[in-house]
């Protein structure tokens, strides 16, 4: 751990408190924060992206907002240290990675993730892996690389029932997004059945009788002991003869070994923003199975995300320099 240093610790207003900020609470940031306008001046600010070096000691951090897309092992690694830090904030819609580091912190630490921070650019490659699943544009690429004509023809999304499993801000945003596709019909599964403007939301146990009825089957269930492995075998075997399965979730809310025994086979295909193992291993038999694309996790890091995590960052330290009751809490410590 380093001493504080000028060039890292970033404070927003030396006049309050004492001539480092140290009277404030401090917020540890993943992005420089002069580069997010309308930050409250009543907290002080730290830049720290996961470097091997802390800009402050840990215990002095108030509010941790997570390294974005730098691993679990560099999240986590401030944590022993941070004995006084009251919001750990996300970057993630999902959390998974953080719960079990929760239970070495003291009591009433609040866990908040970056819902809606991601809908946009997870529900765009939700819609894109559809239509490349669908149109075959993978054997197109192909056919390019080595200058074949690969006409054909080929199923469209119009028409199709598309099943959205996990009905959240990111489910709403890709079915925003299929409307003007003329699907034949949206379903809707999540934890908290309930209806909506645009038709019911269905409780996850009337997947047996929904998941024969889809074409398009969109997985976008955040990871939890309940749908760890809830595309199995079961599960895979319910959905209807040539259907897709789209993952834009986590790896192992399906299990890989029964989907690898329905594409071997030539019934269901598969478009797998996330796998599991992840990162996929070379020579995994999901790389060449066929009627499987596979994108390397890139729903989150697009140029929508920066925007989006910044607006989110102000509005949450603005609330907890405030006091104000913090958004997209998930989880407390104690």
């Known amino acids: 751990?380093?001493?504080?240093?000028?060039?890292?610790?970033?404070?927003?207003?030396?006049?309050?408190?004492?001539p480092d900020g140290s009277a404030r609470p401090l917020a540890w940031l993943p992005i420089p924060p002069e580069e997010i306008d309308g930050l409250p001046d009543?907290?002080?600010?730290?830049?720290?992206?996961?470097?091997?070096?802390?800009?402050?000691?840990?215990?002095?951090?108030a509010f941790y907002c997570v390294p974005y897309m730098k691993g679990v092992e560099?999240?986590?690694?401030?944590?022993?240290?941070?004995?006084?830090?009251?919001?750990?904030?996300?970057?993630?819609?999902?959390?998974?990675?953080?719960?079990?580091?929760?239970?070495?912190?003291?009591p009433g630490v609040q866990l908040c993730n970056a819902r809606g921070v991601h809908d946009a650019s997870t529900a765009e490659l939700a819609l894109t892996l559809i239509l490349a699943s669908l149109r075959g544009i993978p054997d197109f690429v192909r056919g390019q690389d080595t200058g074949e004509w690969r006409a054909g023809f080929r199923p469209a999304l119009a028409d199709k029932s598309v099943l959205i499993v996990g009905y959240g801000s990111?489910?709403?945003?890709?079915?925003?997004?299929?409307?003007?596709?003329?699907?034949?019909?949206?379903?809707?599964?999540?934890?908290?059945?309930?209806?909506?403007e645009r038709g019911p939301v269905h409780p996850i146990d009337s997947?047996?009788?929904?998941?024969?009825?889809?074409?398009?089957?969109?997985?976008?269930?955040?990871?939890?002991?309940?749908?760890?492995?809830?595309?199995?075998?079961?599960?895979?075997?319910?959905?209807?003869?040539?259907?897709?399965?789209?993952?834009?979730?986590r790896g192992p809310v399906v299990d890989t070994k029964a989907l690898l025994a329905e594409v071997e086979r030539g019934r269901l295909l598969a478009a797998l923003d996330v796998t599991d193992p992840e990162p996929l291993p070379a020579g995994h038999p999901l790389w060449h199975a066929?009627?499987?694309?596979?994108t390397p996790h890139v729903g989150g890091p697009s140029s929508a995300f920066l925007p989006r995590a910044k607006r989110l960052l102000?509005?949450?330290?603005?609330?907890?320099?405030?006091g104000e009751s913090l958004r997209h809490r998930v989880a407390i410590t104690g």
């Open 42 to 61: 009543g907290l002080s600010y730290a830049f720290w992206d996961g470097g091997p070096e802390f800009p402050t000691d840990p215990a002095r951090c």
């Open 207 to 249: 997947l047996p009788q929904l998941l024969p009825e889809a074409d398009v089957v969109v997985l976008v269930t955040p990871l939890t002991e309940a749908t760890r492995g809830l595309a199995g075998a079961d599960f895979l075997a319910r959905m209807k003869d040539g259907a897709l399965l789209v993952n834009v979730s």
């Open 1 to 18: 751990m380093s001493a504080d240093h000028s060039d890292t610790f970033r404070h927003h207003d030396p006049s309050h408190g004492s």
């Open 290 to 294: 066929p009627g499987v694309l596979i």
């Open 314 to 322: 102000r509005d949450q330290l603005t609330r907890f320099a405030s």
């Open 74 to 106: 560099v999240s986590v690694r401030p944590l022993p240290e941070m004995t006084n830090v009251q919001v750990i904030q996300t970057l993630t819609a999902g959390i998974d990675d953080m719960r079990p580091a929760l239970a070495g912190l003291p």
């Open 170 to 196: 990111i489910g709403r945003a890709i079915e925003d997004r299929l409307v003007p596709f003329e699907c034949e019909r949206v379903m809707r599964v999540a934890r908290s059945p309930r209806t909506t």
